[in-house]
């Protein structure tokens, strides 16, 4: 089992801006992407709690971002300081959260589909996870 090690996060007003770190992730064999993933209290469907897609990096290269967050945040990594980062420009109350980083086994997890993106408890076991770190944005 790697732990993956987050820092970064806090609280701050509306409009702020806030970056995460994550790193550990090298030691994570056949990793297929890297990503960012949120959860807050009451985030459910179907009655079951999920995780949210925030931003994925995959093997190519590729980054998606989620629907909610585009044009605002931004991923990115540091291969010689095997880190990633999420920038979070134009921070708004809702996306207050536990925010998560993961080193994915299965791509699915990083590519959003016509559903969404959100990840359900029975495929956290297929991605790396990170300790979690808490943003609060106040209004």
């Known amino acids: 089992q790697v732990q993956l090690l987050q820092s970064g996060g806090g609280s701050v007003q509306s409009g702020g801006s806030l970056r995460l770190s994550c790193t550990n992730f090298?030691?994570?064999?056949?990793?297929?992407?890297l990503g960012w993933f949120r959860q807050a209290p009451g985030d459910v469907r179907g009655g079951i709690e999920v995780?949210?897609?925030?931003?994925?990096?995959?093997?190519?290269?590729?980054?998606r971002y989620g629907d909610s967050v585009k044009g605002r945040f931004t991923l990115s990594r540091d291969n010689t300081e095997n880190t990633l980062y999420l920038q979070m420009t134009g921070l708004k109350p809702e996306d207050t959260s536990m925010y998560y980083c993961?080193?994915?086994?299965?791509?699915?997890?990083?590519?959003?589909?016509?559903?969404?993106?959100?990840?359900?408890?029975?495929?956290?076991?297929?991605?790396?996870w990170g300790q979690g770190t808490q943003v609060t944005v106040s209004s």
């Open positions: 995780r949210e897609g925030v931003a994925a990096i995959d093997a190519d290269g590729r980054i």
């Open positions: 993961a080193a994915a086994f299965a791509g699915s997890l990083c590519t959003p589909n016509d559903r969404g993106w959100f990840i359900y408890p029975h495929e956290w076991e297929m991605a790396y």
């Open positions: 090298q030691h994570v064999a056949g990793r297929n992407c």
